[in-house]
C-alpha cells in the first residue's frame, strides 16, 4: 500500500539552527499539505500545495518558515531560525486533490525538539 | 468562520461498554467531515468520512458516526471498545474549497 514518507522521523536541534524536513506524497497525488500539531493539540495547517503551487500559506510564519514543492512531487519544509516554541511534530499528508471530497493520506510526521 | 468542536478533552471507557465521541461543527455549506484516529507514536488514520447521502456512515474497526444537520453534529460511536482503542481521535471539516480544520481531539483511555 502506497504511504506518504517523511524525514527525518526526529530531529533535536538549537535554537537559531536551520532546519529542514522532507516529504515524499503519495505518487499522483496533487495536493500536499504541511501541518504543525503541538502536544495535546489537533493538527494546524501551515501549508497547502496544489502540484507546485502554494494554494494556502495564511499560518505560515513566513519570516522564518518556507516550504516548496518544485516539481509539484516532493516537498521541503524549512524553519530558519528555529525557537523554542518550533518544538511540535511536523505533519505531511497528500490527496489527489480536486473538489473537497478526497481523503488525506498522513505520513508518520517528524517530532522536532528545539533546546 | 469555520470551526470544529470536540467538547470532551478526555474520556475513559471500560473495554466492551460503548462509545460515543461529540462533534459540532461550524460552516455555512454542505460540510465534508472526516473522524481520524492517532495512536502513541502512528500517525494519523482515517476512520470514516461523510460527504452526502446517508447519514449515517461505516468506518473500520467497527466505528460509525451520524451526521446530523440540525445539530451540526458528527458523532462518532462504537457499540464495544476494545483496549486497543485507546487513542486520541480527531473530527475533521473540509470545506467545498478544500480547507482543512481539525478539531482539537479527544483523548479516549480504555480500562479493563
Known amino acids: 500500500e502506497a504511504e506518504v514518507a517523511q524525514s527525518p522521523r526526529y530531529k533535536i536541534t538549537e535554537k537559531s539552527q536551520a532546519v529542514a524536513f522532507w516529504c515524499d506524497p503519495i505518487s499522483g497525488h496533487a495536493t500536499l499539505y504541511w501541518y504543525r500539531q503541538i502536544l495535546g493539540q489537533g493538527p494546524e495547517l501551515l501549508v497547502q500545495f496544489q502540484d507546485e503551487s502554494v494554494v494556502d500559506d495564511s499560518q505560515l510564519p513566513k519570516d522564518r518558515f518556507s516550504a516548496e514543492r518544485l516539481k509539484g512531487v516532493d516537498s521541503t519544509l524549512k524553519i530558519q531560525p528555529a525557537e523554542l516554541g518550533d518544538s511540535a511534530m511536523y505533519l505531511c499528508?497528500?490527496?489527489?486533490?480536486?473538489?473537497?471530497?478526497?481523503?488525506?493520506?498522513f505520513g508518520p510526521g517528524t517530532r522536532l525538539l528545539v533546546l | 468562520a469555520q470551526s470544529v468542536t470536540q467538547p470532551d478533552i478526555h474520556i475513559t471507557v471500560s473495554e466492551g461498554a460503548s462509545l460515543e465521541l461529540r462533534c459540532n461543527y461550524s460552516y455555512g455549506a454542505t460540510p465534508y467531515l472526516f473522524w481520524y484516529v492517532q495512536s502513541p507514536g502512528q500517525g494519523l488514520q482515517l476512520l470514516l468520512k461523510?460527504?452526502?447521502?446517508?447519514?449515517l456512515v461505516q468506518g473500520i474497526k467497527g466505528f460509525e458516526a451520524e451526521f446530523k444537520r440540525s445539530q451540526s453534529s458528527f458523532n462518532l460511536r462504537k457499540p464495544s471498545v476494545h483496549w486497543s482503542d485507546a487513542a486520541e481521535y480527531f473530527c475533521?471539516?473540509?470545506?467545498?474549497?478544500?480547507?482543512?480544520?481539525f478539531g482539537p481531539g479527544t483523548s479516549l483511555s480504555v480500562i479493563p
Open positions: 461523510y460527504f452526502s447521502g446517508d447519514t
Open positions: 499528508a497528500s490527496s489527489t486533490g480536486g473538489n473537497g471530497q478526497e481523503t488525506q493520506y
Open positions: 475533521v471539516l473540509k470545506t467545498s474549497y478544500d480547507k482543512v480544520i
